[in-house]
């Protein structure tokens, strides 16, 4: 088992979780901090981005890697690999707009760019296939500092749906509730979706729409957000 890391050093690195040691790194291609890490749908490559808006795809088993710059060279703030089509990837931008791109060791080109939130995006989550599908776009689900939550139809470029993320408690400081996070994680049967922000007190708030998917919210007392969909 292997994971990915990147940071402020501007090196991603390959570790090998069994062993606890690193088995690889790449110190040459980033030239800025390292935003968003995150192994290809078939698990032979990284793909890394940067502040710079430089996307590199890593191949840590033969230390080859392939560099491309985005347009614009928008800074980069999280990725995240499709699960059914293994060179594709969502990357959210710190401009607010998210690009589809194919990444792999031959070139990085931007298919679809979806355009929505006015504030960085903070989370990206590819809604888990049916048993019954191969190689269409599933939805996206994108978490930005606009406080919204916004349902990616890929094809049409357009958002299916917008909530408003749960609110901030008031007597939370001003410091505070400017940093507040919109993180997004879809449950194993991508029959619903997760999100949360920071909040003094504990308060359940249910987001329901129309089948297929239906969203509720919840929200804990924490100053890091962290969610995993089971």
């Not at 030239?31 to 502040?51: L, N, P, Y």
């Not at 003094?200 to 987001?207: I, V």
Request: charged share 25%; proline share 5%; glycine share 8%.
């Amino acid at each position: 088992m292997f994971v990915a890391s990147g940071g402020e050093d501007n090196v991603v690195c390959c570790s090998d979780i069994l062993k606890k040691q690193p088995v690889a790194t790449l110190k040459k291609a980033h030239q800025k901090a390292v935003k968003a890490v995150e192994w290809t749908g078939d698990g032979r490559f990284i793909v890394s981005g940067d502040k710079g808006g430089f996307v590199v795809v890593w191949n840590p088993f033969s230390d080859q890697w392939q560099k491309r710059a985005l347009p614009d060279k928008s800074p980069i703030a999280c990725i995240s690999t499709s699960p059914t089509r293994k060179d594709i990837v969502a990357i959210g931008l710190d401009g607010g707009d998210i690009l589809v791109c194919q990444a792999n060791m031959g070139h990085v080109v931007v298919r679809h760019r979806l355009h929505g939130h006015s504030d960085r995006i903070q989370s990206l989550s590819w809604q888990p296939p049916p048993e019954t599908q191969t190689q269409d776009y599933t939805l996206l689900a994108s978490g930005a500092g606009d406080l919204t939550v916004r349902i990616w139809d890929i094809e049409k470029e357009s958002s299916t749906r917008v909530f408003r993320s749960p609110d901030v408690d008031e007597r939370i400081s001003s410091q505070l509730r400017s940093k507040a996070w919109v993180p997004v994680a879809w449950t194993s049967q991508g029959h619903e979706l997760l999100s949360s922000t920071v909040r003094t007190f504990h308060k359940d708030k249910g987001w329901n729409y129309t089948q297929p998917c239906r969203i509720p919210a919840f929200s804990i007392s924490m100053d890091r957000n962290v969610l995993h969909g089971i």
